[in-house]
């Protein structure tokens, strides 16, 4: 069982919709992050979220808006995606993203979305 | 800035052994290992902190040469539960990035 929760698992929209995913942990965790995973591709960086506070963003396009309202939950708002943004998002918490701290990334499951 | 991994794929028989090596340009403060398996999310399987270290966990172990910014994972007499994709992750000793490496496909057939 994964203690990083995930939700939806599958969303599928238009490129017109607004959405959001959503990620919620429980562990203490201080460090929050946003990966993008296409079919056989390693994860890719998108968001890091240090104590709530946004601590790195990987010159993502403005359509992706992340956002993390306290410590345990953090959400990704999506608007006018396009076909291409189809992928699994996975969010990943850490202890601290200080690296000194030496704490591995505990992953949810996914959320597989479809741009239309 | 991601770590390139080799080989990108190799099947293995039971029992066999295998190697898959990370590099990377910049310089490193440590290495993480994970496993995805098909469908599912990453999952830890290690971490490296100093040039030289050296980690075991099961019959998996890695080592870190900190000087050539290089990493390889060792699997040793492997069975069918550890076919699946290894990435090593990395990271600097500043900034809060966590970039993984290309992949490595594993498959362990009977």
């Known amino acids: 069982d994964t203690e990083v929760t995930q939700t939806p698992k599958h969303l599928v929209m238009g490129m017109t919709n607004k959405k959001s995913l959503k990620c919620e942990q429980h562990m203490g965790h201080r460090a929050m992050y946003w990966y993008k995973q296409k079919a056989k591709k390693p994860p890719e960086l998108m968001f890091v979220?240090?104590?709530?506070?946004?601590?790195i963003n990987e010159s993502v396009p403005s359509r992706f808006s992340p956002e993390c309202p306290n410590s345990s939950l953090l959400n990704l708002h999506l608007h006018a995606l396009q076909p291409e943004d189809s992928a699994l998002y996975l969010c990943?918490?850490?202890?601290?993203?200080?690296?000194?701290?030496?704490?591995?990334?505990?992953f949810g499951n996914g959320t597989r979305l479809t741009v239309t | 800035q991601q770590p390139v991994q080799s080989p990108q794929a190799v099947i293995l028989r039971e029992g066999e052994d295998a190697v898959i090596n990370c590099s990377s340009s910049k310089a490193l403060y440590s290495v993480h290992w994970y496993r995805q398996k098909h469908g599912e999310a990453p999952v830890f399987l290690m971490i490296?902190?100093?040039?030289?270290e050296q980690k075991g966990h099961d019959k998996i172990s890695a080592s870190f040469n900190e000087k050539k910014q290089q990493s390889s994972l060792y699997l040793t007499a492997s069975q069918l539960s550890y076919s699946g994709t290894y990435f090593c992750g990395t990271e600097m000793r500043t900034g809060n990035q966590f970039y993984f490496g290309t992949g490595t496909s594993l498959t362990v057939i009977p």
């Open positions: 979220y240090s104590y709530e506070k946004l601590s």
């Open positions: 990943a918490s850490r202890l601290e993203a200080d690296s000194s701290y030496n704490s591995p990334l505990h």
């Open positions: 490296l902190l100093k040039g030289g």
